[in-house]
Each structure stands twice: as structure tokens, then as C-alpha cells.
């Protein structure tokens, strides 16, 4: 079964890095993402990395992934306020998996940026 | 990525009432879904919605307390039944392309 775990929080400095980690069980994903959401707001899609792909970079963001230990982090560089919410790793399956087309989730880790 | 709009966006409804979210995407997509968020978790797949055809559920829910409706390849409609304060929680939907996935704002279910 697909199983998707993070750690529930994280406190930094504003102007540090942020690392936020995820480990999942299921082999067999396509995608892995990284999701925002700030209080009362829906999900906003960060970035995403092929399951293929080790490492993204997206401006402030770097997506780190190890196939062979089933781990996924997410940078922030010089994290500012404004990215406090919680974050929420997911895959997704190709064709062929019973989980076709799903995304499972994390349990979201809760990022405080203090000034 | 599709643009998704669900509504209504919140609610707070009587135990024992029923409550149906709609959500309606701009574009045709493959693919849609529904999930359930309750308070301070993260959020669980309640069923695939199949255009044409009985939804897919997964564990723990059911049709009889979760109907789907999916009449066409834009639209999607859930409904909670028999509401207990326990169902209150924020329902999203979500349409996947081959480009991508997207979600709508969510509904902000409240059962007193």
C-alpha cells in the first residue's frame, strides 16, 4: 500500500533555509509534488519532479529526490514571512497502477518563519 | 492547468440535513476527484468521480453517505448525507489533465 509521511513541523529564522522532508512507501509513482497551503486557502501547486529526475530547481525551491531510500525535501532558500503555511508532499501513479491518476498525501508539515 | 470553481465555498448546516458541493471545471479533464480534509489533517481521496458511471470509492466511505455525480467531462457534484458534526471538514475536488492537476478552493463544511 501507498503510505506518504513528513515530519509536522518546523520552525526557522527568517532569511535562513528551510528543509522539509517526506518519505513514502509506493515505488511505483510517476510525480511527487509539493503543495502550500496557507490558512484558509486552498492548495497551491509549488513544483513538481519526475520520479526519474534527482534534482529540480525552481528559483527559491530545490526538490531533492532519492529513489533508493523512497526521500523527497524541498528547499527554501532565504525563507521569508510570507512562507509560512503548511506544506504537503504528494505522488501520483502512471497507467496501469490501481492508483491511476490519485494523488496520496502527507500529513503536512507546518513551516513557522519567525522575523 | 484546468481552472476549477466550487461552490458554495462555505456552510454551516444542521445534523441530519444534506449538503451538495459542485464543482465545475473550464476545460474537459480526464480525470476527477474528491477529498476530505478535517481539521488540522491532511487530505484523504474519498472517491474517483467517473464520468458516466458510479463513482470509485475508496475504504472507509461510502455511496450511501458520499454520492457522486459526474454527468459530463467538466462537472462534478458531491453530496454529504445525514450530516453528523463529525463530517465537518473542508471538501475539495480536483481534475487531472496530462498536464497536471488542479484543485478547487475547497468548500468549509461546518455541522452543529
Known amino acids: 500500500g501507498e503510505d506518504v509521511e513528513q515530519s509536522l513541523f518546523l520552525s526557522v529564522r527568517e532569511g535562513d533555509s528551510s528543509v522539509i522532508n517526506c518519505t513514502y512507501t509506493?515505488?511505483?509513482?510517476?510525480?511527487l509534488y509539493w503543495y502550500k497551503q496557507e490558512p484558509g486557502a486552498g492548495l497551491q501547486l509549488l513544483t513538481y519532479i519526475f520520479s526519474n529526475m534527482d534534482m529540480k530547481q525552481d528559483q527559491r525551491l530545490t526538490v531533492l529526490l532519492n529513489k533508493k531510500d523512497k526521500h523527497l525535501s524541498l528547499r527554501i532558500a532565504d525563507t521569508q514571512t510570507g512562507d509560512s503555511a503548511i506544506y504537503f508532499c504528494?505522488?501520483?501513479?502512471?497507467?496501469?497502477?490501481?492508483?491511476?491518476?490519485?494523488?496520496?498525501f502527507g500529513q503536512g508539515t507546518t513551516l513557522q518563519v519567525k522575523p | 492547468s484546468a481552472v476549477i470553481s466550487q461552490k458554495p465555498s462555505r456552510d454551516i448546516c444542521q445534523r441530519g440535513t444534506s449538503l451538495t458541493i459542485q464543482c465545475q471545471v473550464d476545460?474537459?479533464?480526464?480525470?476527477m476527484f474528491w477529498y476530505r480534509q478535517q481539521p488540522g489533517q491532511s487530505l484523504t481521496l474519498i472517491a474517483t468521480?467517473?464520468?458516466?458511471?458510479?463513482?470509485?470509492?475508496e475504504s472507509g466511505f461510502v455511496i450511501d453517505k458520499f454520492p457522486i455525480s459526474r454527468p459530463n467531462l467538466t462537472f462534478s457534484t458531491l453530496t454529504v448525507s445525514n450530516m453528523s458534526p463529525e463530517d465537518s471538514s473542508i471538501y475539495l475536488c480536483?481534475?487531472?489533465?496530462?498536464?497536471?492537476?488542479?484543485f478547487g478552493s475547497g468548500t468549509r463544511l461546518t455541522v452543529v
Open positions: 468521480a467517473n464520468q458516466g458511471s458510479e463513482a470509485t470509492y
Open positions: 504528494a505522488e501520483s501513479f502512471d497507467h496501469g497502477s490501481s492508483n491511476t491518476g490519485k494523488l496520496i
Open positions: 480536483s481534475a487531472w489533465r496530462r498536464d497536471g492537476y488542479t
Open positions: 509506493d515505488s511505483s509513482s510517476t510525480y
Open positions: 476545460s474537459q479533464v480526464t480525470m
